[in-house]
C-alpha cells in the first residue's frame, strides 16, 4: 500500500513559478511509475506529466511541454513537478499518482495509488 501526500500548491501570478511536492509514506517509490494529473471544475481530470519506474523516460502534456518538469529524488521517497512560466489556464487541483512498474503513461487507469490533491490557482 502506498499513501500519496500532495503539497506545494498555492495562488501565483501569471508568468510565476511553483514546486509540487509528492510525499510517498509506507514504502518508496523506487518501483513505480509516477503521474501528475489537474482537473478543474465541471472538467475531467487531464493528464499533465509522467516519469517511467526507472526513472529513465518523462511524458508530457503538450499544453505544459517545456516549462513543466517532473522528476523524482534519489531516495525515492518523494516526486516533484516543477511548473515554471505559470499561466491562468493551469489553474487546477493537481493530483500525484503512483503505478507500479509503470511506464509513465497518461491514462488515469493505469494508477493504483493517488493523492488528495493540491490547489495551484494563478491570477492574471
Known amino acids: 500500500q502506498v499513501q500519496l501526500v500532495e503539497s506545494g500548491g498555492g495562488l501565483v501570478q501569471d508568468g510565476d513559478s511553483l514546486r509540487l511536492s509528492c510525499a510517498a509514506s509506507g514504502r518508496t517509490l523506487s518501483d513505480y511509475a509516477m503521474g501528475w494529473f489537474r482537473q478543474t471544475p465541471g472538467k475531467e481530470r487531464e493528464f499533465v506529466a509522467a516519469?517511467?519506474?526507472?526513472?529513465?523516460?518523462?511524458n508530457y502534456a503538450d499544453s505544459v511541454k517545456g516549462r513543466f518538469t517532473i522528476s523524482r529524488d534519489n531516495a525515492k521517497t518523494m516526486a516533484y513537478l516543477q511548473m515554471n512560466s505559470l499561466k491562468p489556464e493551469d489553474t487546477a487541483v493537481y493530483y500525484c499518482?503512483?503505478?507500479?512498474w509503470g511506464t509513465g503513461g497518461y491514462k488515469e487507469g493505469l494508477y493504483e495509488y493517488w493523492g488528495q490533491g493540491t490547489q495551484v490557482t494563478v491570477s492574471s
Open positions: 516519469l517511467n519506474w526507472r526513472g529513465s523516460i518523462t
Open positions: 499518482a503512483a503505478d507500479q
